[in-house]
Nanobody, 127 residues
Framework: QVQLVESAGGLVQPGGSLRLSCEVS????????MGWFRQAPGKEREFVAA????????YYGAAVKGRFTIGKQNERNELFLEMKNLKVDDTGVYYC????????????????????WGQGTQVTVSS
């Protein structure tokens, strides 16, 4: 059984940076396609970024492209999300997700593309 645990989020000022990590247990992260989603109060869970297991190719949601970087540190069995130039609209609960399937990147932007989810971590961007 795959378990995912996100690192603590935090409070960041607009324009600031934050790095999230997701610790994987129960399976090697190199065998998983993984992603990040976020959910703001009163809104649907939104795709942030994904990375496919077969080629490590990243895929980003339009709202974060150019500011966020997703990657895997397979030697540590971890997924990370580097967030820069944070905006108030980036506020929300961030969730790590994983699947053993090697889906197309388009499907990895869908919640249904994932079998495993972390508990979520709060990121607040505010002055």
């Amino acid at each position: 059984q795959v378990q995912l645990v996100e690192s603590a989020g935090g409070l960041v000022q607009p324009g600031g940076s934050l790095r999230l990590s997701c610790e994987v247990s129960g399976r090697a992260s190199s065998t998983l396609s993984m992603g990040w989603f976020r959910q703001a109060p009163g809104k649907e869970r939104e795709f942030v970024a994904a990375i496919r297991r077969s080629d490590g190719h990243p895929y980003y949601g339009a709202a974060v492209k150019g500011r966020f970087t997703i990657g895997k540190q397979n030697e540590r069995n971890e997924l990370f999300l580097e967030m820069k130039n944070l905006k108030v609209d980036d506020t929300g609960v961030y969730y790590c997700a994983a699947t053993g399937a090697n889906y197309a990147l388009g499907y990895l932007s869908q919640k249904d593309g994932y079998s495993y989810w972390g508990q979520g971590t709060q990121v607040t961007v505010s002055s």
